[in-house]
């Protein structure tokens, strides 16, 4: 079975197909802008926390504050995909027995600070996904495209509309 990263579990909820791509290492994202926004926010904001720590080489959580695992977003367009990731990060912790972490997604840009946890029934959640997502990395083709707002900043959207 392949290793879910953070990444790849956020892909599943904003597109099957980039998932799929990702997990395949067809892999494009250094050439769009939103991740060139996102490295820039990355490199201008919280200068002073211990940043990018990798655990499992599964997820890559941007600091750690107080014992508080905190993700930084650009803004709250993919708020509830960014919720997801943290209970995500939350959940592998459990795996290792570090119970009861919580998390934060931090929105600078829209001075955005909201406390997460990961309850019973998000990590019932968590492994259906997580059983789901192996499906689709299980296609020989990735899944067909899917117009919808997340396209026009996509990094693969040459790959899928050109
Ligand atoms: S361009 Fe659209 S369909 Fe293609 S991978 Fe990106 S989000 Fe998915």
Known sequence: MKKITGVMYSYYFLCKRKL???AHDINMEQESEA????KLIDESTYKRENKHILIDDTINIDYINNGIVCEVKKSKKEKQMAINQ???YL???QQHNLMHIKGRLVIPKERISEDVELSEQDSCQIEENLQ???EILNLSVPPSTD???ACKSCAYY???YI
């Open 20 to 22: 799929w791509l990702f």
């Open 35 to 38: 991740v060139f926004i996102g």
């Open 91 to 93: 959940y592998i912790l």
């Open 86 to 88: 943290i209970k995500y």
């Open 132 to 134: 789901a997502i192996n």
């Open 158 to 160: 040459e790959f899928c």
């Open 147 to 149: 117009k919808k707002a």
